[in-house]
């Protein structure tokens, strides 16, 4: 079976095309920096394998996606490569071109975006780059399915695909060099085209190094670069190397651009320049972003998400339980089978169903500001108040993905530049309120806040931000060494979502939460409804004596002082930690409500609306779910830093509770 | 024509310059700009400024970015 790999610039298209090309669904979004692991999938037509890897501007890794990427090309050999550049931005696209030409694999150009090119006024003429660089050049739209017929067809056999001849001439001194290194690595098997490797390796690459420092003795082939590079010198061609080769190869793609490129009808980005002069405005930006966030948040939960979620509600609480009633009766089911299926799996499961509408809002909210472009903007405005804290802005693209989920928005952090920015993000992900955590402040909200629920629920996503903003400037002043961050982002163009994108890409993530619903949480409510109906004096004993009373009641006592020491609320914390959704079905179980206004009245009860806040500050903080857990362990690649994020959410949300309650309780709240 | 050259924060937003010289800046930082073609000869755009002496945005062959000011001020360009 044939493989192929996908490369170019991050933002090109790339995952576009692979969604369109495979069967299989990819994360797509428009910012730098998406897609951030290798992906791979089957061909349409059943011609081979395609790998989908991360963008990148050269093959010198700056990011660890980027290193991704170039790892894949050096490690592992695709049959063929296909090579996406977007056509309104062809001159910086280029570069990368020219090094997987010499890469020497048989390659296909795609030539994406030609609508956004044309409608800049860009003509690209791709016959005359077919005719310069040697290679198939197929114009695209990669977002809209258009020309990607033709690009299958040609992949049904990848062997057609002619190998490249280009070649380009540094000038006699590298050429000189690149021989001599072509020589000293004549009989080492297993390396890709040697002229590539001489060049990447005259290029200073680091990852090309360290791949043949495993091989063969390099000190040769250094003694060689700094020859070469001293010659250059002395010669007063350029300072260095990689510098000389950079500007051999501008050269070349100025001229070719030159040919190939009709830019005298060209305009400026109008909706963009417009949109960017309002929402990126110096004094209106930031209030404009905290505006959006409220109305998304308002429709989210006042407006659209709470009367749907009260038609779920009515419909498992009513013909879905009734009926499961009924049927269970019909076929004379035993006691035990009753109550686990009515109380433990509907009441568990269902109690968080009946959120799905929100949480289904929320993701179609993420997928947009993903697929608009705004997202970039934000890290722009947030920009200020990260650096001050020790931070960049650019970490707020996986914070904002992390009120979908934290576990992917670990994932995003991938594509910062700076090692220690990506340690600062992933560790203070956890306190990005994640959407699992959603039903408890609906819950909670609607009992005690339910004129103000969209108010309450936004408080504690921006209690969120600001401890994660303050607890980054305690370690970047105390646990890391004080390099100062950099920050650099590039502004896509905006545009307009397609339905079909945004409904793709919400049902993608909202997928996981059904399928959470099925898994984690349904076994979840299996063994919490279990604990309730077993206890120590056997089976169907009263709630208050069984085991999970039992176990929750050990917790009880340390939760005494925030408000909420009962054993019902000790015994939701530690199944929370599996998924955070089962706190609201532990909830469900316990107090056998038949419907959300059941639950709602028992926990009035149980709650005051101080220790409701003091109660949704802590489930907010409290640890990161084993999930999440899993990802910082792998991104981190140690296990002191994920002990540590688990031990300081602990910390934290038990001192920011207990100031809640005790505070409150000092002000005369209650 | 006579031209002098400034660093790139004193262009008015909207103008143009051509890039002079790029000094002390991050290595990170440049080689990331020199991606995106960033370098010595290029005409570059300031855009705009951000907001609380935040970022500012540029624009070099079509394609908007945007970076802060104390490295913008490394950036020193001619204009005419």
């Known amino acids: 079976m044939s493989s192929i790999a996908l490369v170019g610039n991050p933002n090109t298209g790339k995952t576009s095309l692979f969604n369109t090309l495979t069967s299989s669904y990819e994360y797509v979004g428009n910012w730098a920096g998406v897609t951030v692991e290798k992906k791979v999938g089957s061909l349409k037509n059943g011609a081979g394998k395609l790998i989908d890897l991360p963008g990148i501007y050269s093959l010198h890794p700056l990011s660890r996606d980027e290193g991704v990427a170039a790892q894949y090309l050096i490690e592992e050999s695709p049959e063929a490569l296909i090579n996406i550049v977007d056509a309104s931005q062809l001159e910086r696209n280029l570069l990368l071109t020219l090094q997987l030409l010499e890469y020497g694999k048989p390659t296909l150009l795609g030539l994406n975006m030609i609508d956004v090119a044309k409608a800049r006024g860009i003509h690209v003429n791709a016959e005359i780059l077919q005719a310069h660089l040697g290679i198939t050049v197929l114009p695209l739209v990669a977002r809209t399915g258009k020309g990607t017929g033709q690009v299958l067809s040609i992949l049904e056999k990848s062997s057609a695909i002619p190998p490249v001849t280009f070649k380009l001439f540094y000038g006699e001194v590298v050429e000189e060099a690149i021989s001599s290194i072509i020589k000293e690595l004549q009989h080492t098997p297993g390396l890709p085209t040697l002229r590539w490797v001489a060049l990447q390796l005259l290029e200073q690459n680091p990852v090309i190094l360290q791949f043949l420092k495993t091989r063969v003795d390099t000190s040769r082939l250094l003694t060689i670069c700094a020859a070469c590079q001293s010659e250059l010198q002395i010669k007063k061609l350029a300072l260095t190397l990689p510098q000389w080769i950079r500007s051999t190869r501008m050269d070349y793609i100025r001229s070719l651009c030159d040919a190939a490129l009709d830019t005298t009808a060209q305009k400026p980005h109008n909706l963009t320049e417009r949109l960017d002069s309002l929402l990126t405005h110096r004094f209106l930006g930031l209030p404009l972003f905290i505006v959006f966030m409220y109305a998304l948040f308002k429709t989210t939960f006042d407006w659209v998400g709470g009367p749907l979620s009260d038609l779920v509600d009515g419909l498992i609480s009513g013909p879905i339980s009734d009926g499961t009633v009924s049927m269970l009766q019909y076929l004379g089911a035993s006691n035990f089978t009753h109550a686990l299926i009515v109380d433990g799996i509907i009441g568990g499961v269902g109690g968080v169903l009946v959120?799905?509408?929100?949480?289904?809002?929320?993701?179609?909210?993420?997928?947009?500001?993903?697929?608009?472009?705004?997202?970039?903007?934000?890290?722009?405005?947030?920009?200020?108040?990260?650096?001050?804290?020790?931070?960049?802005?650019?970490?707020?693209?996986?914070?904002?993905?992390?009120?979908?989920?934290?576990?992917?928005?670990?994932?995003?952090?991938?594509?910062?530049?700076?090692?220690?920015?990506?340690?600062?993000?992933?560790?203070?992900?956890?306190?990005?309120?994640?959407?699992?955590?959603?039903?408890?402040?609906?819950?909670?909200?609607?009992?005690?806040?339910?004129?103000?629920?969209?108010?309450?629920?936004?408080?504690?996503?921006?209690?969120?931000?600001?401890?994660?903003?303050?607890?980054?400037?305690?370690?970047?002043?105390?646990?890391?060494?004080?390099?100062?961050?950099?920050?650099?982002?590039?502004?896509?163009?905006?545009?307009?979502?397609?339905?079909?994108?945004?409904?793709?890409?919400?049902?993608?993530?909202?997928?996981?939460?059904?399928?959470?619903?099925?898994?984690?949480?349904?076994?979840?409510?299996?063994?919490?409804?279990?604990?309730?109906?077993?206890?120590?004096?056997?089976?169907?004993?009263?709630?208050?004596?069984?085991?999970?009373?039992?176990?929750?009641?050990?917790?009880?006592?340390?939760?005494?002082?925030?408000?909420?020491?009962?054993?019902?609320?000790?015994?939701?914390?530690?199944?929370?930690?599996?998924?955070?959704?089962?706190?609201?079905?532990?909830?469900?179980?316990?107090?056998?409500?038949?419907?959300?206004?059941?639950?709602?009245?028992?926990?009035?009860q149980v709650f005051t609306p101080l220790s409701s806040i003091s109660f949704m500050a802590f489930i907010l903080l409290y640890i990161p779910c084993l999930a999440t857990v899993g990802v910082i362990k792998k991104e981190t690649a140690s296990w002191k830093w994920t002990f540590f994020s688990m031990g300081y959410s602990v910390v934290l949300a038990y001192s920011v509770s207990l100031i809640i309650f005790q505070g409150g309780k000092l002000l005369g709240w209650s | 024509m006579a031209s002098t050259s400034c660093s790139l924060l004193r262009l008015q937003p909207g103008s143009t310059g051509s890039i002079h010289r790029i000094e002390g800046m991050n290595p990170i930082l440049q080689r990331r700009l020199a991606d995106l073609g960033v370098a010595e000869g290029v005409i570059i755009r300031l855009k705009g400024k951000g907001p609380f002496l935040g970022p500012i945005t540029l624009e070099c062959n079509g394609q908007l970015f945007a970076i802060r000011r104390k490295e913008a001020s490394m950036i020193e360009v001619n204009v005419s």
């Open chain 1, 355 to 604: 959120f799905v509408p929100q949480i289904f809002i929320l993701f179609l909210i993420i997928s947009f500001l993903e697929d608009s472009g705004y997202m970039a903007r934000v890290c722009l405005l947030m920009d200020s108040t990260m650096e001050r804290m020790g931070l960049n802005g650019k970490a707020f693209i996986p914070f904002i993905i992390g009120f979908g989920c934290n576990v992917p928005a670990i994932m995003a952090a991938r594509s910062i530049e700076q090692p220690k920015d990506r340690m600062l993000t992933t560790l203070l992900m956890p306190l990005m309120s994640c959407s699992a955590r959603l039903p408890v402040y609906l819950l909670f909200a609607a009992v005690f806040f339910p004129e103000r629920q969209a108010t309450a629920v936004l408080s504690m996503y921006v209690m969120g931000i600001v401890f994660a903003l303050i607890l980054c400037k305690v370690f970047s002043k105390y646990l890391f060494k004080n390099e100062s961050s950099i920050f650099i982002i590039e502004l896509p163009p905006y545009r307009l979502p397609q339905i079909k994108t945004l409904s793709r890409s919400t049902w993608e993530k909202g997928k996981g939460f059904l399928r959470k619903a099925g898994t984690i949480i349904l076994a979840g409510s299996v063994i919490i409804w279990l604990m309730s109906y077993a206890g120590p004096g056997g089976f169907d004993v009263a709630m208050d004596n069984s085991f999970l009373a039992k176990f929750g009641g050990m917790i009880a006592p340390l939760l005494e002082p925030l408000g909420f020491g009962t054993w019902q609320a000790g015994s939701t914390l530690v199944p929370g930690f599996l998924a955070k959704e089962v706190v609201v079905s532990t909830m469900n179980i316990i107090y056998h409500a038949p419907d959300s206004a059941g639950l709602e009245s028992q926990i009035s």
